[in-house]
């Protein structure tokens, strides 16, 4: 009879994988002595098993867990960084130890980072960031998280639709609506949007909010110029320079994240273009340093901190029978960045 996961030994591994019981040891613990390639094959076998998961469940049942994962896109991001400070501020109320990995938004490095953290024995997994549109792409990150959860860990998600797991959801769509209609409010008729990697639901989310506001507002979204880009100030700034040079008429510009708006203003100010007066500027998030640019920038707020906080609280909960799902909110915050369209 085939043996059953909570009977599963290395020497299974090891034999299913065709090395040596050292081999697997040395593969599975990330030490030295063995090629990449073996390491990543005893790696995939013993996921396949669910050898790790099940050591896992060994780890808790022995009360000896203290560790969360927490994997983000870009630490970098103010984004992921409040989110990551609302974390650490929960963990360290329960006397938890938070790991950071950093995935680069490469869902090959997630599912790597995925394998490591559950090796590393903690009791709670938080991926936190946009997902992607096409779930094939987080397949094996979705495969690895139910084994983990199957054999008692804990795991929870910010802002991903495919995976099975407790969530917290932005509210994308709804910022992204909210950002359009004050423009429109307004006079603005002449807006462009400085879009993120069109693989990623929150930029499918925004731009969904984005569109829905403008064809209510009856302008055509085929339209609307929306450059894609990537996350980053030198994004927006490089995309404002392509809507400057491409759509001259432009009197305001929705970017997707704060981040990118950064890089709008810096490409107004060195063009010597008045924010608001010749064009408005509007971001989303609200990160910290939002309210201290010169303009103050206008912004849609997302509770960041306060959905780490609410991610570990969900993980720290018994498994229900179905996942939770909790959406954040938003909240306009109109500041110095936007005003009415300029006369004629």
């Known amino acids: 009879m085939p043996r059953s996961r909570s009977a599963l030994r290395l020497a299974d591994v090891a034999e299913l994988a065709g090395v040596s019981l050292a081999t697997a040891s040395r593969a599975l613990a990330g030490r030295d002595g063995v090629s990449d390639k073996v390491a990543e094959h005893v790696r995939q076998v013993a996921n396949q098993l669910g050898y790790v998961a099940n050591m896992h469940a060994r780890t808790l049942a022995g009360g000896s867990t203290s560790t969360v994962g927490l994997i983000v896109h870009e ?51 938080i991926v936190a960031g946009s997902g992607y549109c096409d779930p094939r792409l987080q397949a094996r990150s979705k495969a690895a998280l139910s084994a983990f959860q199957a054999s008692g860990g804990r795991v929870s998600v910010i802002g991903r639709h495919h995976l099975t797991a407790d969530a917290v959801l932005p509210d994308n769509e709804a910022a992204g609506r909210s950002a359009a209609e004050h423009l429109l409010s307004l006079g603005h008729r002449r807006i462009a949007v400085v879009s993120g990697p069109d693989s990623l639901t929150t930029v499918e989310d925004r731009l969904a909010g984005i569109a829905g506001a403008i064809q209510r507002g009856g302008l055509t979204w085929s339209d609307i110029p929306v450059i894609p880009t990537h996350f980053t100030r030198d994004s927006g700034l490089l995309a404002t320079e392509q809507i400057l040079r491409d759509h001259p008429e432009t009197t305001a510009i929705i970017a997707l994240t704060d981040a990118m708006a950064i890089g709008v203003l810096s490409a107004l100010r060195a063009h010597g273009i008045s924010v608001p007066d010749q064009i408005s500027v509007v971001g989303l998030d609200d990160v910290s340093v939002a309210a201290d640019l010169a303009p103050s920038l206008t912004t849609v707020r997302l509770p960041m901190a306060a959905m780490g906080e609410l991610a570990l609280a969900m993980a720290l909960k018994p498994q229900s029978q179905r996942p939770r799902r909790k959406s954040t909110g938003h909240q306009l915050v109109v500041r110095d960045s936007t005003g009415p369209v300029p006369a004629g």
């Open 75 to 125: 630490i970098g991001d103010p984004y992921f960084s409040e989110i990551a400070s609302g974390v650490i501020r929960v963990a360290g109320e329960r006397d938890l130890m938070v790991q950071i990995c950093h995935s680069g938004r490469d869902p090959e490095k997630e599912f790597r980072q995925i394998q490591t953290i559950i090796a590393h024995r903690a009791g709670i997994i």
